[in-house]
């Protein structure tokens, strides 16, 4: 009886160590995953120049599709389809139409959220902490060579924030603020429809 109690107490206490595990919450989250979208905080430093710029904005994503809006003195729309992506700057009258794979998250580091549905095949991963992780690649992703998820399991989106660091030292710091789960979006959304006038570059 002694000894039946005691499995069923360490049974119990693997499953709560699973439960508030960072990959297991991340994996967790992703399976129920439909859409995300909210606002965000991003600062991005160039080692070289010294130089770090902040920008915020909003995002919406669903399975495939990304669509990004940069706010401030110059905004900019980025969309992501069927691995396609568009960048379109008003205060130019240019869009830019590039193929999208992983090589690109250095550049569109909110993408990187759609990245992480199974962290355990695509990085390797190290516990800073109960709430931080430390994920290397484990193949190519472009200039990046490490990503750091920060985790609030208590929010109903769980990564707080990411940090990527490429292979020169250049740093880029997104927190998410404002995060609604799963809550229908209009397709239009994930569309690019360009303006009169505008300019398509391939």
């Keep these: 009886m002694r000894l039946i109690i005691v499995v069923l107490l360490l049974l119990t206490f693997t499953s709560e160590i699973e439960a508030t595990d960072p990959v297991s919450i991340i994996n967790d989250f992703y399976k129920s995953l ?4 909210g ?3 991003q600062k991005s430093t160039i080692k ?12 919406y994503m669903k399975k495939g599709s990304l669509h990004i809006r940069y706010q401030g003195e110059k905004p900019h729309l980025i969309y992501i389809n069927n691995n396609e992506m568009i960048i379109y700057k008003p205060a130019e009258k240019t869009a830019y139409k590039t193929p999208f794979d992983e090589t690109k998250y250095g550049q569109t580091p909110i993408a990187l959220i759609s990245g992480l549905t199974d962290i355990k095949s695509d ?7 109960e709430k931080r992780l430390s994920l290397t690649p484990l193949k190519g992703m472009g200039q990046i060579l ?3 998820i920060s985790i609030n399991e208590d929010k109903e989106f769980p990564i707080e924030s990411i940090s990527m660091t490429d292979k020169v030292g250049n740093k880029i710091d997104v927190v998410f603020r404002d995060i609604v ?3 229908e979006i209009d397709s239009k959304i994930f569309n690019f429809v360009a303006p009169h006038g505008i300019t398509i570059l391939q």
């Design 34 to 37: 439909q859409t995300i979208q």
């Design 48 to 59: 070289e120049l010294k130089k770090t710029m902040t920008y915020n904005g909003r995002f």
């Design 181 to 183: 789960v799963n809550k």
């Design 123 to 129: 990085f390797n991963i190290k516990k800073i902490s």
């Design 146 to 148: 490490n990503v750091d």
């Design 39 to 41: 606002n965000f905080i």
